[in-house]
């Protein structure tokens, strides 16, 4: 595909631009994701009960008689919120396609951000319109660790060539790594569901997941001890293959705050699902995605290519010589 020629004029983004940038998209997509609790546990999930505007006719919350103001500017604060992930998302993009030479991988992952973004405006509208239904409010966090992992491997790629990937680890402990990932997307669906049961719909009309909140967390709770068993065993197997040492402290840190959100998650249970620590629950999994994405990262690297050979000076016009004389 032919690189436009406006592209040519921008400025080049040093690597450290690039990466500075992923990661402040690491922290827009995760933090989004936490104000969006902040939502709904204090019951403003519908304070703007339109999308886009507000109210009808007004893009700001305005006064009526039955939301209250503070309602409103919570909910309206998280939307405005979406502008600055925007604006990280897209200036992600521009500096990617502003790399010298250009960086395929690099580019496709600064894409999924502000298309990521986008996806997740049209879903928040779709969840208010459609009252706050427990499932759309899953999928919207669900999206949101999507985008916080493909920010992580946006990091990685800034630091990484465009090179063909060279495995630092073999392939049945990529598979474990893998298992271990896939574990951990049913845990966070879990979670959801757990949040979806619980008493923090986002406004108190609205209907919640009809299982028990006890059964959901017990699946839930499962699932997290089979998670920690998998990173036990991974743990053995890093080591049984001596793999590298950024591996190993990337995985020293996921298994931390695995932990610590596992710990987290059982004084909330027991204290009873007090508001704070929802929303500190969702920022353990925020970075709990964001670990055992870099743990992901670190399995390979990328090198730089090799640059094309360059004809010695005057070789060029020797050879149309020698094609001419013949």
Known sequence: MTRPAFLDRLPAAPPSLVRALAIAAVVAQAGIAVTGSVVRVTGSGLGCPEWPECFPGSLVP???PEVEPLTQWIEFGNRLLTFAVVLVAGACLLAALATRPRRTRLTRLALVQPLGVVA???????VVQLGLVWWSVSVHL???MVLVWLAVQLVAAASDGDGPARRLVGGA????VATCTAVLAAVLVAGSFVTAAGPHAGDAATPRLDVSVETVAQVHAELLVGYL????????????VAAPARVLRRYGVLVAVVAAQGLLGAVQYALGVPEILVSLHVLGAALVTVAAAALWAALSERPALAPAAQP???AAQESALADKGS
Do not use: K, M, N
């Not at 997740?120 to 779709?126: E, N, R």
């Not at 402990?173 to 474990?176: E, I, S, T």
């Not at 068993?229 to 049984?240: E, H």
């Open 120 to 126: 997740q405006a049209a879903i928040g509208g779709a």
């Open 229 to 240: 068993g998998l990173l036990v065993g991974l743990g053995f197997a890093l080591r049984a």
């Open 62 to 64: 305005t006064p009526h």
């Open 312 to 314: 010695a000076p005057g």
């Open 173 to 176: 402990v990529r598979g474990l």
């Open 142 to 144: 669900l999206v949101s």
